[in-house]
């Protein structure tokens, strides 16, 4: 306990003269937090100057390994350094799906060459990464997917097409799901490693209801993907064929991601903040504002027992898909109150006053939260079957 | 502090649920004791087993010859009261009473402590004037007489008052019915002359009374704390009271949603077990997720509590709304999935759906708590 108190003078102390002022603002754009990758640039010297502190320390991925680019951090000293971090409101110095996902998953599954060579590129913002999963047929019936690689001996040729694929445009690397025996649902799908700038690699960005475009459709025509980079580097994760294996592990990542947005102490609770720009509320939007910070609230509670119990291994392993269930309906609830607090002022489209309609471009992206990574429905499916042992789940 | 029980918490963990599901059984506590129309609604063999199990004396400090531990650990044994049903005056005893008392003079709590701790007394507290929880106005008035005071007003909802050797009743001193201040704490001792209780059964077959003080006089040492000082006294005993409540319909909560989630797994219909169907395989799952937050909310906010944070008074009212919300939810669904046979007084589905109403109502329900969280916030 000491020892936990002394790391979080030292982390305070160190927080406090290496996070500039600017990067302890909310964060407001896409832009406002560095997701690194070869195509990256900083906005400002403020942002360059808190990731490249935090990439000496080894706090881009606090809890990896030193030897990959972290800090080694134990569970309890990172969750200080987040208590720390969202103390100051100091915004993540990276940001990546490389970090979030396939980081967690190569620590897992990865060979040695692997995590050496990918989660160094993850941790020092080398390398942006985008995920191949759903497909236009293969939405919430994620197995069903099509996209093929044809075993041409040291590599695959890869044919097929990815949709929902988060920045895609802007990634160098990919890591995707493809079907290497057709004749095996569950145990013929490869975990797949390759460079977007791949010849036969095309995308093209999906115009969203809320008027931006986040993801894209991910083509392949005759990708050459090789089985190996190198010595104890393969080109795909875990083995050839059980690739599921470690698209449902990584899933379990995404879910917990997800969850966890828009969550936080900082904005769990609304009715404060929406008054002090609103005024005074009609008596029962502000019945229901009590209702949702009370929900929140509570939720906020629940997310730390949730990594207590999961850095534990106390936790049940299918509670991600509780956490990301209550999550994201709770951000939807979130969202649509905040439209209803702000009136008609939120509705403006293209205004300066809105930062060119951010609360109802918002409102409208959280309504995919429920769908992304696991639908509603299919969470309290697995929740169902896996938690509460129902019958033919 | 992780959210989780620790190796001690864990254990009285395993001991109460033990002892509450072999002694404090619906079959052997609350059916028994409902269809015997007893006058207390509890057993008082079982409160002295709790006094044997150490649970009496809980929040009593250890020179009290009490466990001297916190809401925590008191919330541990009222999820077990609230998974069983188990009828006691354990919450107005032993959290709402010893938390006043523990603020008492030595005097006081010389007089009260030992027959709480040994499971001899039984003690009430009586909070509210009308139907609804609303302490921050106190109408029932102390007036000085001599070298004490004369109590005169009314308070409702006061569990177990009849069979209380003692009632803490807060009382105004000086100001007017809804000033903060000016608040004072009596123990009033059961036999006190010009005190009469209309004692009513309520729908979970718990007993209360409407008790009414008509000039009762007190010495000067029936006072808890100070003279006009007893809001912060109050508050304490609200806040431990609250959560506690919270617990024990995390209890409720947990128990209905286990057996109904038995139930699907058990009743067939149209030759499927009727978990199978994914309407109300949507429902439960649901239902767990409401339920489990809650859980979290009330450990949450106990910690809070035992460690005198600043946050506790918002996160208590929190866990209160929350656990209000999902219990209740828990028994209706509860009810529901049972389809006819919930209905009978032969299943303890409808049981909970009772206890869960009694306990929502409780200092407090969740309108009471959500209204609280938006004014705590500053809106």
């Not at chain 1, 906005?43 to 320390?57: G, L, S």
């Amino acid at each position: 306990m000491a020892d936990l108190d002394t790391f979080r003078e030292e982390t305070s102390a160190w927080l406090e003269a290496n996070c500039p002022a600017e990067m302890r603002k909310p964060v407001r754009d896409d832009d406002d937090v560095y997701w690194g990758g070869r195509y990256a640039t900083f906005k400002n010297d403020a942002q360059k100057a808190w990731f490249e502190a935090c990439r000496e320390r080894g706090y881009t991925v606090p809890a990896w390994p030193k030897a990959y680019g972290g800090a080694g951090l134990t569970a309890a000293e990172a969750k200080v350094l987040r208590q720390e971090m969202s103390r100051i409101g100091a915004r993540p110095p990276l940001s990546s799906f490389g970090i979030w996902m396939l980081g967690p998953a190569l620590l897992q599954f990865g060979t040695e060459g692997q995590k050496q060579r990918f989660l160094n590129e993850i941790a020092r913002g080398e390398i942006r990464w985008c995920q191949g999963y759903s497909e236009p047929g293969s939405g919430s019936d994620l197995v069903s997917m099509q996209t093929f690689g044809e075993d041409k001996g040291d590599h695959w040729q890869v044919n097929g097409q990815k949709i929902w694929t988060s920045y895609a445009d802007h990634a160098d690397w990919i890591f995707c799901l493809v079907r290497t025996d057709k004749d095996n649902k569950y145990q013929g799908i490869t975990f797949m490693l390759y460079d977007m700038t791949n010849e036969g690699v095309s995308t093209k960005p999906i115009l969203l209801i809320s008027g931006n475009s986040p993801f894209c459709e991910t083509f392949f025509d005759d990708v050459k993907v090789p089985k190996s980079y190198g010595e104890d580097c393969p080109g795909f994760v875990g083995e050839i064929n059980r690739g599921w294996d470690v698209a449902k592990y990584l899933l379990g990542h995404e879910r917990e991601m997800i969850s966890g947005m828009g969550g936080g102490e900082r904005t769990a609770a609304i009715g404060a903040a929406l008054k002090r720009h609103a005024g005074e509320f009609d008596p029962v939007l502000r019945a229901e504002l009590a209702m949702f910070d009370v929900d929140a609230l509570a939720f906020t509670a629940m997310g730390e027992k949730f990594m207590d119990e999961m850095k534990s291994g106390k936790g049940h392993p299918a509670q991600p898909n509780m956490m990301k269930y209550v999550g994201t309906e709770l951000n939807k609830r979130r969202h649509e109150l905040m439209m209803s607090a702000g009136g008609s002022r939120s509705l403006e489209w293209d205004s300066d006053e809105t930062g060119g309609g951010k609360p109802s471009r918002n409102w409208l992206r959280t309504k995919a939260n429920s769908i992304e990574g696991g639908t509603s429905e299919v969470m309290l499916n697995v929740v169902s079957k896996r938690i509460l042992d129902l019958p033919g789940a | 502090m992780p959210l989780y029980h620790n190796e001690d918490q864990a254990m009285l963990a395993d001991t109460a649920a033990q002892f509450m599901a072999e002694e404090g059984s619906i079959k052997n506590q609350l059916r028994h004791w409902r269809d015997k129309e007893c006058k207390d609604g509890f057993g008082h063999e079982l409160w002295k087993q709790f006094a044997e199990m150490g649970f009496t004396g809980i929040l009593v400090g250890e020179d009290d010859g009490g466990m001297g531990m916190g809401n925590v650990e008191a919330g541990i044994v009222l999820e077990q009261i609230g998974r069983n049903l188990t009828p006691s005056p354990f919450l107005t005893s032993s959290v709402l009473a010893a938390t006043a008392l523990n603020n008492g003079s030595t005097d006081l709590r010389g007089r009260y402590l030992p027959g709480l701790v040994s499971g001899e007394s039984v003690f009430a507290v009586a909070i509210d004037e009308g139907a609804k929880h609303r302490p921050e106005r106190i109408k029932t008035k102390a007036e000085k007489s001599g070298n004490g005071f004369k109590l005169s007003g009314q308070k409702d909802f006061v569990i177990h008052g009849a069979s209380a050797d003692m009632i803490v009743v807060a009382a105004r001193t000086s100001g007017d019915d809804d000033d903060a201040d000016g608040i004072t704490l009596f123990a009033v001792p059961k036999d006190a002359a010009n005190m009469s209780q209309d004692t009513v059964r309520l729908v979970d077959s718990s007993m209360a009374t409407h008790t009414k003080f008509d000039g009762v006089e007190l010495d000067g040492d029936a006072v808890i704390g100070e003279v006009d000082g007893g809001r912060e006294i109050l508050n304490k005993i609200l806040n431990a009271g609250r959560i506690g409540s919270a617990a024990e319909g995390c209890g409720v909560a947990g128990g209905a949603m286990d057996m109904t989630i038995d139930y699907l797994k058990q009743r067939k219909q149209f030759g499927k077990l009727i978990g199978e169907f994914q309407a109300l395989q949507h429902r439960a799952a649901h239902l767990y997720s409401e339920v489990e937050v809650a859980r979290a909310v009330t450990i949450k906010a106990g910690q809070l509590l035992d460690g005198e944070s600043e946050k506790s008074e918002l996160m208590v009212s929190v866990a209160k709304a929350k656990v209000g919300r999902a219990a209740s939810l828990a028994v209706k669904e509860g009810v529901q999935m049972h389809g006819g046979i919930g209905m009978t007084d032969e299943y303890d589905i409808g049981l909970y759906m009772k206890r869960d109403r009694a306990l929502q109502e409780f200092l407090g329900d969740a309108y009471y708590h959500a209204e609280r969280v938006a004014q705590l916030s500053g809106y």
